[in-house]
């Protein structure tokens, strides 16, 4: 079992509810429990098409029994799920999960890099990330 943190966002539909219902399914993965989350904060988006609703960020602390690459899948099936649909880079979203930390593990494949490459620079992932670290 790890430890790892995980950034969430949604500015798209009621960005609360999607948030709390992202957070549900992460609890219902196997071996996979939701330990902190952070309070929400506002922000404005940041690259993608101008004209966008702000967003609603987060970041969860989680303890998991899967693979980075796993986690990943896993994370992408409960995207699916809360209605993301690919798009344009950066475009608005229902929900958006981010792994940013694996544990003390670097992870560098075409599909998932970890630590995630740009949140020491996005004040909208650090901010939640300081406040369950």
């Not at 966002?9 to 549900?24: D, E, P, T």
């Not at 970041?59 to 209605?83: D, M, N, Q, S």
């Not at 344009?88 to 494949?109: E, F, K, Q, S």
């Given at each position: 079992?790890?430890?790892?943190y995980?950034?969430?966002?949604?500015?798209?539909?009621?960005?609360?509810?999607?948030?709390?219902?992202?957070?549900?399914?992460?609890?219902?993965?196997?071996?996979?429990?939701?330990?902190?989350?952070?309070?929400?904060?506002?922000?404005?988006p940041?690259?993608?098409?101008?004209?966008?609703?702000?967003?609603?960020?987060?970041?969860?602390?989680?303890r998991?029994?899967?693979?980075?690459?796993?986690?990943?899948?896993?994370?992408?099936?409960?995207?699916?799920?809360?209605?993301?649909?690919?798009?344009?880079?950066?475009?608005?979203?229902?929900?958006?999960?981010?792994?940013?930390?694996?544990?003390?593990?670097?992870?560098?494949?075409?599909?998932?890099?970890?630590?995630?490459?740009?949140?020491?620079?996005?004040?909208?992932?650090?901010k939640?990330?300081?406040?369950?670290i």
């Amino acid at each position: 079992m790890e430890i790892c943190y995980l950034g969430v966002g949604s500015n798209l539909g009621n960005r609360r509810l999607s948030i709390k219902q992202a957070v549900s399914r992460i609890n219902l993965l196997e071996n996979t429990r939701v330990l902190k989350k952070s309070a929400f904060i506002q922000t404005a988006p940041v690259g993608g098409p101008a004209g966008q609703p702000k967003f609603l960020n987060a970041a969860l602390k989680i303890r998991t029994g899967f693979a980075p690459l796993r986690l990943l899948k896993e994370l992408k099936i409960i995207e699916k799920g809360l209605g993301r649909t690919k798009g344009v880079r950066n475009a608005p979203r229902t929900i958006d999960l981010d792994i940013l930390l694996y544990g003390d593990r670097v992870v560098r494949t075409e599909k998932l890099v970890i630590p995630h490459p740009r949140m020491f620079v996005r004040d909208f992932v650090i901010k939640p990330l300081s406040e369950i670290i």
